[in-house]
């Protein structure tokens, strides 16, 4: 199963643009890329995936390399809101099963 | 996007005893999943449930610790059986929709 490796944690300033970068070198060609984030113990949330393209929606946008090996997941205006455990994921090849890296901890101030 | 909830939303436990978590789910959805948070921890997949098929565990999780049902395709339950201390977590329940998951709330597992 490719792995995904993430910053353990960062820092932004709330209406600023939060950038955050996953490394997923072993990643299959057919293998997708998910953004889930976690509040407080809460049921992840779905943010955003993509395969090879960039992907937007309202949420995030998600900036894949052309050799797929990395990605950054981009919160346009971070809101004190946003501050979550983001979690990198490399969907398992042919199934739906979604392995559970680390994440990063992102923290807004004001 | 699917709408899940989970029964109870947390519970207090003696050792010994077992609990049963329900999922249900708004539409019907041919993949369910169990994972398991343990405090300060990422997620951990115990297993997938699909409808009319035993389920699938994942390595160092077994059916007699942790038995799963699929009755139907809005419904799963997870047993933690014969719990101790260290079942103590978040256990959460997920289903496949249209090429994204989506989770349930969770339910807070405390066993003394």
């Given amino acids: 199963d490719a792995k995904t490796t993430q910053p353990p944690s960062m820092d932004c300033a709330e209406g600023r643009a939060a950038n955050l970068p996953c490394n997923h070198s072993t990643i299959s060609g057919n293998e997708y890329v998910y953004w889930y984030r976690q509040i407080h113990s809460q049921g992840p949330q779905y943010i955003i995936h993509g395969l090879k393209n960039n992907e937007t929606n ?6 894949i390399t052309e050799d797929r090996k990395s990605s950054t997941l981009i919160l346009p205006h971070a809101t004190l809101r946003d501050t979550a455990v983001y979690y990198c994921i490399v969907r398992v090849y042919n199934t739906d099963k ?4 680390t994440g990063t901890r992102l923290q807004v101030f004001p | 996007s699917a709408v899940i909830s989970q029964k109870p939303s947390r519970d207090i436990c003696q050792r010994g005893t077992s609990l049963t ?9 041919t993949m369910m999943f169990w994972y398991r948070q343990q405090p300060g921890q ?4 115990i297993a997938t449930a699909n409808q009319g098929s035993e389920a699938t565990y994942e390595s160092g999780f077994v ?6 049902s699929r009755p139907n395709l809005t419904f799963s339950t ?11 977590s978040i256990y959460l329940c997920s289903v496949s929709w249209t090429e994204t998951q989506y989770f349930g709330p969770g339910t807070r597992l405390l066993v003394l």
Avoid: H, R, W
Wanted: glycine letters at 2%; a negative charge.
């Fill in chain 1, 58 to 63: 309202e949420m995030a946008s998600l900036i």
């Fill in chain 1, 98 to 101: 979604l392995i559970f890296g």
């Fill in chain 2, 21 to 29: 978590i329900q999922c249900q789910v708004d539409s019907q959805v």
């Fill in chain 2, 42 to 45: 990422s997620l951990t997949l």
């Fill in chain 2, 63 to 68: 059916i007699d610790k942790f038995p799963i």
């Fill in chain 2, 78 to 88: 997870l047993t933690v059986s014969n719990m101790s201390p260290e079942d103590s």
